[in-house]
């Protein structure tokens, strides 16, 4: 996973946590904007949670953070 993607990802995870405590679940989807303005990384992030991690399409963003770091 490239530098750019795993900081998104902590960054987005601690955001949400912080709001809504440690029991919030995102999707994939959560560390992009509503335009697929960069479809490398979205489907480098799509590969990553759906092909190599087999995860659900909403997940715990503590276990998602574990798994990034």
């Known amino acids: ?7 998104k990802i902590i960054e987005v995870c601690d955001k949400k946590i912080a709001q ?5 679940g995102l999707s994939f989807y ?3 904007a509503n335009k697929n303005d960069n479809p490398e990384l ?4 799509a590969t990553w ?3 190599e991690h087999k995860l659900d399409h909403f997940e715990k ?3 998602i ?3 990034v770091d």
Request: proline share 4%; no cysteine.
């Open 20 to 24: 809504k405590g440690p029991n919030v």
């Open 65 to 67: 953070k574990r798994l």
């Open 61 to 63: 963003a503590v276990k």
């Open 42 to 45: 979205l489907m480098e992030a």
């Open 49 to 51: 949670w759906i092909m």
């Open 1 to 7: 996973m490239n530098k750019i993607l795993k900081d």
């Open 30 to 32: 959560a560390f992009f």
